[in-house]
């Protein structure tokens, strides 16, 4: 493994071409445990090294010495012992090729402390206990792996009877076998190496070709003889296995790229940051880096990638000014950065919040696999192409290209020998999983395949350390699930076998006890293409379904056409109202309505001899009722000593276990403060006279066998508030004020304090000053003091609830005067030729007040006068002052005193003397260049000032704005002074570079420049009607002109669409358009005019809608004739014929006026119908009474039509009667409707009229109601009985009159009723 290079003292790793692949592509995608495969010094151990760097005092497993071989008789008992080293200690465990070793009676192991020897002890051994044995020793850093052998010998005594068996197992057990070894091994050949291509690209043929024939190399040269085609063939082999360095150049691997980069993010201190990007191709983990240091998956910073391995997202946490900076993602050879900018506040900035890329990423990461899939079945045609026409079977090369443009090619001849049956097996292995590391493809592999841990290690003399065969059986469920992609060519020899054999020893592949020599004697025969078929995308998964509720298993096919069954624990499911089967596309889908017990089971989905299984487990766990939890989590307000009630339904799968918690601890039953109720379906909690430490977490927890549910709320118990904690502490003591705080109460009650009642003494007198109330702030500054006297005061808590008890602090003195001392000589920070900065320390004596502030006072050199730089009304609050009152080129000296309550204390000692002269660095880069406003000939540019830094840089004087077009690569240079430009006379449409350099007179900055080109163009605004009061519905008359217009905006320019009735507007429409607004315009509208006239306005940044109503009509003309009948005594009925505009308007109704012959104005009797027929009650006989009709609409109404004149007046005659005498007959008579009521159907917001007529003797009691509610009483109905007319009026009719109506009379005699409903329509 480790060999020395010529001419050089180092050394160099050498590893097999399948490990050099892989070392490559984990180089490249930042991972450093690539698995290395070491060799040990003791023959017959492989070692895999999980990293590639071993900290000092570790070490990778490896075997002290080699597993020996066992030989035992039938019966007894086989010991394997191994001896192992390895720090940590490494973990020891053994295995069997054909079958596990889980019977702990027959296989047992332990460790010899006493000799460090691991022990496998296999108990009363049979026949079938001969194999392959192998100990594993793991640890963190590596593996090691070594094999023997166990044979089992028959019991036998005489020698003579060994020797015949011998003889009988070399001729007559191998004459009868043979057919039917080569026919097993030729079936298991196909079918293997047909599952063990599925998924497989052109880079993994052409590692699996290269193999093949290194193998068929090493066997050709073990034969006896060579024929001059063989060396030639060997010849051309060692320039196909990397004899020319050129020759393996041409096997590329994709590189990988982003498809979609970081993006830069915005966000405030303590929210989160998003960055997300996306692969081309599929990588399980890259390498994440913030300001040059590698992250790694914490809870500051959360790594998480994508099912597909393609979109890899990094989420910053409880952000702080610390995290801003440079975030980039490393993907083997590619890479990409954006930048993180944390704001305090974003909108004092100005500054919105961004993160993440804005895409839908798994759209995108579809059309990627698409792409990727579109290019593999492009080199898998090729390549099946190439096979068709037999051009594989010779020394050429087959190249397509791959992603952009990179070439792939295929080199060497594609042809198998015979003997490298099995080797060819473990190569499939292998390069499926090289495929995996690699990740090529995208999802061509559907099964649920695990990578080999045991892949070929390639040594010189003992590389080959595991068993072909066993390797087939252990694999053989790992290759049953794997899917056909590729066309492969099998060759079929002969072999011959002497009848006296010799064992020989192991080759490449170890762990086979005895292996024969094979010769090839025949020519290869080439077999038919295999059909790929159909294969998963991806299969279906495991489930957990709730009783009650939908499931649903899906899985993909690679192609759409292929239909499938559905099984549930082996039987064919047919579709119905539970099993919902659907396709859509390759996707198929099996919906499982309203889950049951039943339902559980093992699920199995077939296509094309290919499946999928999924096990659905239907449980029935505690749940609560949404409504009753959102209603149970509310927090419970009482008072103490009230009752506290808590409850909540639910349901589940009983047995359900209740338990009630409160802050933690179970409650249960106590007769004195605790219930618990319990039911099948609800549980009731009681906590009674609740007090003030009762309140806290209250729980309920709901368990079953099929899970546990938990809800949570809060008890706040209600109570006056503790009296505020001292003692008092004085923040500020002097002649004029005393500040002092306290700490709040220790429990407020369950209420917030509102406020603190204040009173105050002065010591040495008995009273009480009342201060009053203050907000509810533990401070309190007393302005009203006198100097040097004390005072003491109460305190209370004021609450909701009620005041606390009272907290009197200790006596508390006012100050003396007492003036500060002075400052430290003030020390020149920085100086310029307009401005001098100064620092200085407060003094170390402040007099024992606060110190309110600083006068700062300045000298010129050679002067006697100090002039104050400060007014003494205007103190420096800070410890630091810019005079700017100076002159260029003199020297000045200052000094500074301090100021508390007292007043000014003493001056400073002056400082040295300054020049006031500018240092003159360049300035700094512009900060937060960005675009504020674009449109198609201008946009506006803003920018903040550089940093002023002493003796780094200085303040900026101007700026220069430097603009270039995209199409140009020159750029132009303007002035400005302020930290706004405007950009003028652009080309619409036109892309144009920014950059921004500040500059003074020490020179200019570096350019700032915009991170993306700035498109002339005004920002996208999505349409929308600007006018407050547009109106639904117009009214216009017959002839005059109509018009609607409506204001909007939009950018950029929208496009305007009128329809009619979701029609063209005819063409005698005029429609107006302008910037932000629209109109349509009929001059002389018509009745034809009328309907729905919608506007359209669409833009790139969407679309908006509005639409009105516009009614053409005019005056209504008269309704037809009008006629009278008596229906019922005392009523007229006045029906009409409808008018002519009836037809052509929807709106029109009608009016009813009476006139009586004893008045003399005409009367409504009746507004707003819409039939053509009223019934008038209280006609009165002997009067003569005219009727009119009326027709209304929304523009006017129309002319009366008038009635013939109805009833005589009677003329009083003295009539005289004769009266023969004759019995009384008896008149009594139930009551009886002989006129019922009539279904109605009013409009919304109209008046409903209900009538009928009823007899009876003597006169009934009439009770009308509404759904069997009686409405007698009801303000809102109308009711009345005249003379047996019963009526009944409705103002105003809304959805809440809609209902069956009846009326009922009842007398003496019996009772009767009549019913009918009532609608209304919008």
């Known amino acids: 493994m480790w060999k020395r290079s010529k001419g050089s003292g180092r050394t160099k790793q050498c590893f097999s071409l399948v490990h050099q692949y892989i070392q490559h592509f984990n180089e490249k995608a930042g991972n450093k445990t690539a698995s290395i495969r070491r060799r040990s010094k003791i023959p017959g151990v492989v070692i895999t090294q999980y990293t590639i760097t071993i900290p000092d005092g570790k070490s990778v497993p490896d075997f002290k010495r080699k597993l020996s071989q066992v030989n035992v008789p039938e019966g007894k008992t086989a010991v394997f012992k191994a001896l192992v080293a390895g720090e940590p200690k490494p973990e020891v465990t053994w295995k069997r090729a054909r079958c596990n070793i889980s019977d702990k009676e027959k296989y047992h192991t332990r460790y010899d402390e006493s000799t460090g020897e691991h022990i496998l002890e296999i108990r009363s051994v049979m026949g079938s206990d001969a194999d392959t044995y192998k100990c594993f020793a793991v640890n963190e850093f590596g593996k090691a792996i070594c094999s023997t052998a166990l044979n089992v010998t028959d019991a036998v005594t005489d020698p003579s009877d060994f020797r015949k068996m011998l003889r009988k197992t070399n001729s007559n057990i191998f004459n009868e076998n043979k057919a039917d070894k080569v026919k097993e091994r030729d079936e298991r050949y196909r079918e293997t190496l047909q599952r063990d291509y599925d998924g497989l690209g052109p880079e993994d043929m052409y590692l699996m070709h290269k193999k093949m024939e290194e193998m068929r190399q090493r066997a050709l040269k073990s034969q006896d003889g060579m024929s001059e085609s063989d060396e030639a063939f060997l010849r051309t082999d060692d320039l196909v296995n990397g004899g020319n360095a050129k020759d393996a150049e041409d096997f590329l691997i994709p590189n990988l790229d982003f498809v979609v980069k970081l993006q830069e993010a915005v966000t405030e201190e303590q929210d989160t940051a998003l960055f997300e990007c996306v692969l081309t191709h599929p990588l399980p983990k890259i390498t994440w880096m913030g300001n040059g240091n590698v992250l790694e998956d914490s809870e500051k910073y959360k790594i998480s990638v994508s099912d597909h391995n393609m979109v890899h997202r990094l989420l910053i946490k409880d952000c702080t000014d610390e995290d801003k900076g440079v975030y980039s993602a490393v993907a083997g050879g590619a890479s990409c950065k954006a930048e993180l900018d944390v704001e305090a506040d974003l909108e004092a900035v100005g500054k919105k919040k961004t993160g993440g890329s804005g895409l839908d990423l798994e759209e995108v990461v579809r059309q990627q696999q698409i792409k990727n899939r579109e290019e593999m079945e492009k080199l898998l045609e090729v390549v099946k192409a190439k096979h068709d026409a037999g051009e594989l079977t010779e020394q050429k090369t087959l190249s397509t290209y791959g992603k952009d443009g990179e070439l792939i090619s295929l080199t060497g001849p594609v042809k198998y020998s015979g003997g490298d049956l099995h080797d060819a097996n473990i190569n499939g292995n292998i390069l499926k999983s090289v495929l995996s590391a690699l990740s090529v493809g995208d999802g061509f592999d559907a099964g649920k395949s695990e990578g080999n841990e045991e892949r070929d290690a390639e040594n010189k003399n003992e590389e080959m350390e595991v068993d072909a065969q066993e390797r087939n059986d252990a694999h053989d469920d790992e290759l049953n699930e794997m899917n056909a992609k590729l066309t492969v060519k099998k060759k079929k020899h002969e072999s011959l076998f002497n009848e006296d054999s010799e064992l020989m020893e192991d ?66 499911l047919i579709p119905d109202d539970t099993f919902l089967i659907s396709k859509e596309g390759a996707i198929h889908k099996l919906l499982i309505m309203k889950c049951q017990e039943e339902h559980s089971g093992k699920y199995r989905f077939e296509a094309d001899n290919r499946k999928t299984e999924a096990v659905v487990n239907v449980k029935d766990p505690p749940r609560f009722d949404p409504d009753d939890l959102s209603v149970f989590t509310e927090p419970l307000r009482i008072k103490i000593g009230h009752n506290a009630v808590f409850k909540l339904n639910f349901l589940g799968f009983e047995p359900i276990k209740i338990q009630w918690y409160s802050e933690g601890e179970e409650l249960h039953d106590d007769a004195s403060s605790t219930r618990v109720e319990k039911s099948t379906n609800h549980s009731r909690l009681l906590l009674s006279r609740c007090q003030r430490r009762d309140s806290g977490e209250i729980k309920i927890r709901l368990k079953n066998e099929h899970g546990t549910a938990e809800a949570i709320t809060q008890l706040i118990v209600l109570d006056k508030p503790t009296s505020p904690l001292g003692p008092a502490e004085i923040t500020l003591s002097s002649a004029t004020c005393i500040e002092f705080k306290w700490r709040p109460p220790k429990d407020d009650g369950g209420s917030p304090v509102m406020n603190y009642i204040m009173e105050r003494q002065q010591i040495g007198r008995n009273t009480w000053k009342k201060i009053g109330e203050i907000p509810g702030v533990p401070f309190y500054r007393d302005t009203d003091v006198d100097r040097g006297r004390k005072y003491c005061y109460r305190i209370r808590a004021l609450t909701s609830e009620g005041v606390s008890d009272v907290m009197e602090t200790e006596d508390l003195q006012a100050g003396i005067l007492a003036f500060p001392g002075a400052p430290t000589p003030p020390k020149v920070v920085s100086a310029f030729d307009d401005c001098i900065n100064l620092s200085w320390t407060a003094p170390s004596n402040t007099g024992g007040s606060q110190i309110l502030g600083y006068i700062l006072e300045k000298r010129k050199k050679g002067s006697n006068l100090w002039t104050a730089v400060n007014a003494s009304n205007e103190p420096v609050k800070e410890k630091k002052c810019a005079v700017k009152d100076v002159v260029a080129g003199m020297e000045y000296e200052f000094r500074v005193l301090a100021v508390n309550l007292s007043g000014p204390g003493e001056f400073s000692n002056p400082c040295d003397f300054v020049f006031a002269r500018d240092p003159k660095k360049p300035p700094g880069k512009v900060i937060g260049l960005k675009v504020t406003e674009t449109s198609y000939n201008h946009f506006v540019l803003t920018w903040t000032k550089p940093e002023d830094k002493p003796d780094v840089q200085d303040e900026a004087k101007g700026y220069f704005v430097e603009i270039r077009n995209a199409q140009c690569l020159e750029w132009s240079r303007s002035i400005t002074i302020t930290t706004t430009y405007t950009a003028k006379g652009l080309r619409p449409m036109d892309m144009y570079w920014v950059r921004v350099i500040a500059s003074n007179d020490g020179g200019e900055s570096e350019p700032e420049e915009l991170p993306n080109y700035v498109l002339a163009m005004p920002p996208l605004v999505r349409p929308k009607f600007t006018s407050k009061k547009m109106k639904t519905f117009v009214v216009v008359r017959a002839g005059n002109t109509v018009r609607v217009t409506i204001n909007f905006e939009a950018s950029p320019p929208p496009d305007i669409m009128w329809l009619k009735d979701n029609g063209p507007v005819p063409k005698r429409v005029t429609v107006s358009n302008s910037d932000g607004a629209s109109q349509i315009l009929i001059p002389s509208s018509e009745r034809s005019d009328s309907g729905i006239y919608s506007i359209l306005v669409k833009n790139l940044a969407g679309q908006e809608t509005f639409s009105t109503e516009v009614r053409v009509t005019d005056d209504p003309k008269p309704p037809g004739p009008v006629e009278l009948e008596e229906n019922v005594p005392g009523t007229v009925t006045v029906t009409w014929q409808p008018s002519p505009d009836e037809k052509l308007d929807d709106r029109l109704h009608y009016t009813v006026s009476k006139l009586d012959s004893t008045k003399r104005t005409w009367a409504t009797v009746a507004e707003r119908l819409f039939n053509n027929k009223f019934t008038v009650c209280n006609i009165m006989h002997g009067r003569e009474y005219h009727f009119r009709v009326y027709a209304k609409n929304d523009m006017g109404i129309s002319a009366p039509s008038e009635s013939p004149t109805w009833g005589v007046e009677r003329k009083k005659e003295k009539v005289s009667l004769n009266f023969s005498t004759r019995e009384e007959r008896n008149l009594r008579c139930a009551p009886d409707f002989i006129v019922p009521l009539k279904l109605h159907t009013a409009p919304k917001g109209y008046e409903c ?74």
């Open 1249 to 1322: 009229y209900m009538s009928c007529a009823v007899t009876g003797n003597p006169k009934p009691r009439i009770t009308w109601y509404r759904n069997h509610i009686n409405i007698n009483t009801n303000t809102n109905y109308y009711i009345s009985n005249t003379c047996g007319v019963c009526s009944m009026l409705i103002l105003s009719v809304g959805p809440k009159d809609v209902g069956k109506y009846t009326v009922t009379a009842e007398n003496a005699l019996g009772r009767s009723e009549c019913s009918t409903m009532l609608s209304v329509r919008e």
């Open 507 to 572: 080759e490449e592949v170890t762990g086979v006890a005895v292996q024969r020599r094979r010769k090839r004697i025949g020519p290869l025969i080439e077999d038919v293409v295999i059909d790929p078929g159909v294969q998963f995308i991806w299969g279906l998964s495991d489930i957990n379904a709730i009783i009650g509720e939908n499931a649903e298993l899906t899985c993909k096919l690679s192609k759409e056409d292929y239909e499938g069954v559905w099984f549930r624990d082996g039987e064919k």
